[in-house]
């Protein structure tokens, strides 16, 4: 039998007041991003993410010191985990062009990004007017970086397979579909499984490279 005297003792787990500063923020953020997909940027208030959190409207302030900078804040944590998802995805997915563009296209439909809460706090960062400058200041460098990336793809893609479409015509036709299809996911609830979602994206690259998709 053990000796009592001699047994560890249990460890506590961490109470909402003995989290880290990065902890703290990240479940506030978090908090931020289920605020958003259920009251939108308009009607978000400090109240309802402190609430989500489980902690004081003064313990968001603390960290946060205003909602423009949490709303900021959250924004870049969103855009971050976009592009380190995408990019990992490139690092994965070998040198051939048609498999790291597939890769970039299966990405944006992971379950880690296409979940009902992320992609209704994107939408409320896209499509509510009073969002769209904070969108523009802190995405547009990201956004461009994805673009370039898929433009360089389709270029390698006519140089390697003798497709002729125009190198920017498709990368953007190839975003504004995936964009289209996490709107339509995230309006028609229930009408589509991201899989379905997938697979109607596909259609698309399908017709922009049918030998190879």
């Known amino acids: 039998m053990e000796n009592p005297v001699n047994s560890p003792e249990p460890v506590a787990s961490p109470t909402p007041r003995t989290l ?12 931020t991003i289920q605020a958003l997909a259920e009251r ?36 870049d944590f969103l855009a971050e985990e976009y592009r380190s998802n995408w990019q990992e995805a ?6 051939a062009p048609e ?15 296409c979940t009902p809460e992320r992609l209704a706090a994107w939408c409320a960062y896209w499509g509510e007017i009073q969002s769209r400058p904070l969108y523009q200041s ?20 006519n ?11 498709a990368a953007r036709l190839i975003r504004v579909l995936a964009d289209g299809i996490w709107l339509d996911l995230m309006s028609v609830e229930g009408a589509h499984s991201v899989p379905d979602a997938l697979e109607i994206m596909m259609l698309g690259v399908r017709g922009l490279f049918p030998r190879h998709f």
């Open 138 to 157: 802190r995405c547009a460098a990201n956004d461009a970086l994805f673009h370039d990336t898929l433009v360089a793809l389709c270029t390698q893609m």
């Open 40 to 75: 939108g940027f308009s009607r978000f208030t400090l109240t309802d993410v402190a609430k989500r959190a489980g902690i004081s409207h003064g313990l968001v302030l603390f960290h946060f010191q205003s909602k423009e900078n949490l709303l900021a804040e959250t924004l």
């Open 90 to 95: 490139l690092e994965s997915a070998g040198d």
């Open 99 to 113: 498999a790291r563009l597939l890769a970039m296209v299966r990405a944006d439909f992971t379950d880690k990004l």
């Open 20 to 31: 880290s500063r990065d902890t703290r923020r990240t479940q506030v953020i978090e908090a």
């Open 159 to 169: 140089a390697a397979y003798g497709y002729t479409h125009s190198p920017e015509q």
